[in-house]
């Protein structure tokens, strides 16, 4: 069973910085892509970030500048560096990852076949 998992929320003042951490099992992730959502209360879930098999990124353009993701593949992890945390980006965090090797995480979270149960991130002004 695949299971992704989350850690590193918690509660920083604007301007701090925060690491999540997805740690997968069950299988192999090293040739799919993974992401981070985001979702704050009373709004859509939205996309912030995710890396595919080749290591290359791509991100939302609230994230740019500010936010980077990477991943381990000896470890099955991915991480998301959070730097410059502003109030706005107060929200639960979900891990997702692409089941199709060489796929893509689609940045409206469609089809999505992997995600995690989330990590609350707190940003106070």
């Known amino acids: 069973q695949v299971q992704l998992v989350e850690s590193g929320g918690g509660l920083v003042q604007a301007g701090g910085s925060l690491r999540l951490s997805c740690a997968a099992s069950?299988?192999?992730?090293?040739?799919?892509?993974m992401g981070w959502f985001r979702q704050a209360p009373g709004k859509e879930r939205e996309f912030v970030a995710a890396?595919?098999?080749?290591?290359?990124?791509y991100y939302a353009g609230s994230a740019k500048g500010r936010f980077t993701i990477s991943r381990d593949n000896a470890k099955n992890t991915a991480y998301l560096q959070m730097n410059s945390l502003k109030p706005e980006d107060t929200a639960v965090y979900y891990c997702a990852a692409d089941a199709q090797d060489m796929g893509v995480i689609p940045t409206n979270g469609n089809n999505v076949d992997y995600w995690g149960q989330g990590t609350q991130v707190t940003v106070s002004s």
């Open positions: 069950g299988r192999a992730f090293s040739r799919n892509s």
């Open positions: 890396i595919i098999w080749t290591g290359g990124t």
